[in-house]
């Protein structure tokens, strides 16, 4: 079967060569009713534009685009987080071999809708979500169905994800069998999917082991993480070990621990998640639960480069434990 064409598509919709075009590049010229009985065209026929050639007329180099949204107020937050260093890591392999260069949007939380809308309106290859939280997700793929979210996101846009349930839930497992029986938590954001997903991996671990469930929180920031730790040590001096929901708050929570005059792993045992540079330098070196970003945004990238993926695709990763010198016993 030959694939279809831009033609094709717009005999399914019953509108005009250039009002698919139109639509297809986000153009004005279109009313809503025209647009999604364009996009319905698309997905039934699975129709994918031809990338190079409309960056070729347009004039915008081939690119993938990476883009991440945060609260965070400081303009250095993404350069600062090792996570999206990863991501940028893996995306850059692939992009370096197959000729694109990679653009970075690292945009606030507050007028993320238009920012997002400006990006998918000039987007090329396709775009990585590394954060992006559903609702905007969703935003950007009804404008630009070329992209690939890298966390747990709304149901039409393809995903990429860890396993972040299973991976708490075995963290937990661990620090059990380590003897540990009054495991705290340090949650990430309310809002972040991945946060959500570990948040209920340790409720069902704790719930299933019989264990009971305390738990405090902030966002993915080494301070956070500190801030965190230290008030559950208030509240609970008897705390034994720590699960934490990212290496960078586990970092801070391992300052506060020795802070109070505790040891790490003798007094309270710390678990982190990612396996980032934040694991390795921590003092001890935290064990973590390794999520593969650079391996998620490699082939995350792989699929863009073959047009857009299709809606609803889902593939999980798994996570596995790296033990380091702050759970030994």
């Known amino acids: 079967m030959s694939r279809p064409t831009i033609e094709d598509v717009a005999?399914?919709?019953?509108?005009?060569?250039?009002?698919?075009?139109?639509?297809?590049?986000?153009?004005?010229?279109?009313?809503?009713?025209?647009?999604?009985?364009?996009?319905?065209?698309i997905a039934e026929l699975g129709y994918r534009p031809n990338q190079t050639a409309r960056a070729l007329a347009s004039g915008r180099p081939r690119a993938v685009d990476v883009i991440a949204v945060s609260p965070v107020t400081d303009g250095g937050w993404l350069g600062t987080h090792p996570y999206y260093s990863r991501v940028l890591a893996g995306a850059m392999s692939v992009a370096e071999s197959a000729?694109?260069?990679?653009?970075?949007?690292?945009?606030?939380?507050?007028?993320?809708?238009?920012?997002?809308?400006?990006?998918?309106?000039?987007?090329?290859?396709?775009a990585l979500l590394a954060?992006?939280?559903?609702?905007?997700?969703?935003?950007?793929?009804?404008?630009?169905?070329?992209?690939?979210?890298?966390v747990a996101t709304a149901e039409a846009v393809p995903a990429f994800e860890a396993d972040n349930a299973a991976g708490t839930y075995a963290a937990i497992e661990h620090l059990h069998e380590l003897g540990r029986r009054r495991i705290a938590a340090v949650h990430g954001p309310e809002d972040n999917t991945c946060?959500?997903?570990?948040?209920?991996?340790?409720?069902?671990?704790?719930?299933?082991?019989?264990?009971?469930?305390?738990?405090?929180?902030?966002?993915?920031?080494?301070?956070?993480?500190?801030?965190?730790?230290?008030?559950?040590?208030?509240?609970?001096p008897d705390i034994d070990a720590m699960f934490v929901a990212c290496d960078l708050m586990g970092a801070g929570a391992v300052q506060a621990i020795t802070a109070t005059g505790r040891r790490v792993?003798?007094?309270?045992?710390?678990v982190g998640f990612d396996d980032s540079v934040a694991a390795v330098c921590a003092n001890p070196p935290l064990t973590t639960m390794r999520m593969p970003v650079e391996e998620m945004a490699a082939e995350a990238t792989r699929l863009l480069l073959e047009g857009a993926p299709p809606a609803g695709l889902r593939r999980r990763f798994p996570v596995h434990l790296v033990p380091r010198e702050s759970t030994f016993s």
Request: with cysteine; aromatic share 4%; proline share 5%.
């Open 11 to 41: 005999r399914a919709a019953g509108v005009s060569r250039a009002t698919v075009s139109r639509v297809i590049n986000n153009e004005p010229g279109a009313a809503p009713a025209v647009r999604a009985r364009v996009h319905e065209a």
């Open 99 to 126: 000729g694109l260069q990679l653009r970075v949007h690292a945009i606030r939380t507050d007028g993320a809708g238009e920012a997002l809308d400006a990006v998918a309106a000039e987007a090329t290859v396709g």
């Open 131 to 150: 954060n992006v939280t559903p609702p905007l997700a969703a935003r950007f793929y009804r404008r630009c169905r070329r992209a690939v979210s890298l």
């Open 195 to 236: 946060a959500i997903d570990r948040r209920e991996g340790y409720r069902r671990a704790v719930r299933d082991l019989g264990l009971p469930e305390i738990s405090d929180g902030g966002d993915f920031l080494r301070e956070d993480g500190y801030a965190a730790a230290r008030r559950l040590l208030e509240r609970r």
């Open 265 to 270: 792993p003798h007094d309270v045992s710390v």
